[in-house]
Structures are given as C-alpha cells and as structure tokens.
C-alpha cells in the first residue's frame, strides 16, 4: 500500500469521525430545543449536555448549548426551583468534566460553574442544619468540588498517546502486511495481538481518568 492511499484512509477516517460527531451534536440540539420549549426543561439540559458529550473543537453549537443550559439556571432561578438549577449546573459540569483530555475545553465555563456548584450546594447543607456556617461550608465544599470529576492529566495524556499508537500501528499493518499475493500471516497475527493490547490499554486509560 502507498504512502498516500494511507494518508486518504487516515483521512477518511478522521473525517468520519467529525462528521458522525456533527450529525450527533445536530440532531441532539435539535431534540433538546424542541424539549426547551415544551419547557421540559430535564429533557432539554440532557439533550443540550449530549451536544457537548459529542465534542467538536470550535463548534458553534456547544457554545449554544451551553447558553441554552445557562438559560434553563436562570429559569429555575425565576421558578425558585433550586433542585432543577443544581440538576442543570451538575449536568454541565458533568459533561465538561467528561470531554476533559490533556487541555479542557470551555475552561472559562467550568470555572463560573463549579463557583455555582459550590454556592448553592453549602446553601442547601446550611438549609439542611449543617453546623458551620456559610462561609465555612463553602470553603469546604471548594475542597470536594475541585477534587471530584477531574480526571487525572497524566492518565488523560497516555489514553490519548496509546489510541493514537493504536491508529498508526494500524494503518501501518494494514500497508505493510498484505500485498497483491499473499497475506503475510505470521507478521499478521503479531500486529493483531499488538492491537488489540493497545485497544485494551486505551480503553482502560479511558475509564480510569
């Protein structure tokens, strides 16, 4: 296989992927605005949350989800519905948190949102009888706000260099184990076994960070 019937499939591949993930971030905004304005408003943050979960660098529409979901805050702060509001704040940081790598994305966002976590979650302790006062319950609760969710860099970096190794170790087998005559089996099932321990290692580094 040439070098650039490989670069085509590597491209073909990568656009693949950009354009499965834009079908998703469209067709989930489109549900969650739909939700917004029957003002099922759990529904609409989940589908808006489901647009950031499919991250595009530079999309336009994660910016409108997360607008959308600051909208949904606002309105549960007008309703004085204050469950609603820490489900909407949760489930942004949540999926923030969850496309999270070795840089974060909307990192400005993240800020101003785990800053609301931390308020209104020591405001319902403080409701609830905690002992320590407000000021008291929110420096603690920075403490546990700051630790949870966060993925560990260092796993984030080597989940990352391991798919990548994943990939190009398998465009390279793919060029360099066939040919127009035989197969070459041996190489071959030497380059499936590296794959498939870098599949598993990728998918571990996945789960833990």
Not at 20 to 27: G, N, T, V
Not at 97 to 108: D, K, L, M, N, V
Not at 133 to 152: H, Q, R, W, Y
Not at 169 to 194: E, Y
Request: with cysteine.
């Amino acid at each position: 296989m040439k070098k650039s019937e490989v670069t085509l499939y590597i491209l073909f591949f990568l656009l693949s992927i950009v354009a499965l993930l834009s079908f998703r971030q469209i067709k989930a905004f489109k549900e969650a605005t739909e939700a917004l304005g029957r003002e099922k408003y759990i529904e609409a943050v989940d589908g808006f949350c489901e647009v950031i979960y499919n991250h595009i660098p530079f999309s336009p529409l994660e910016k409108k989800a997360i607008d959308s979901i600051y909208g949904v805050i606002r309105t549960a702060d007008k309703m004085g519905d204050q469950t609603l509001k820490l489900y909407a704040i949760e489930m942004l940081r949540r999926s923030i948190y969850g496309i999270r790598h070795i840089s974060t994305p909307h990192s400005a966002v993240l800020e101003d949102i785990n800053r609301l976590t931390i308020e209104l979650r020591s405001h319902f302790l403080v409701q609830d009888g905690y002992s320590k006062s407000l000021s008291e319950t929110e420096a603690e609760m920075k403490g546990i706000v700051e630790k949870e969710l966060a993925p560990n860099p260092w796993i984030s970096f080597i989940t990352i260099c391991v798919f990548l190794g994943y990939l190009l170790f398998a465009f390279w087998s793919i060029s360099n184990c066939t040919n127009h005559d035989r197969i070459l089996m041996k190489k071959f099932l030497v380059s499936i076994s590296i794959l498939l321990i870098l599949a598993l290692g990728w998918a571990m580094g996945f789960y833990l960070c």
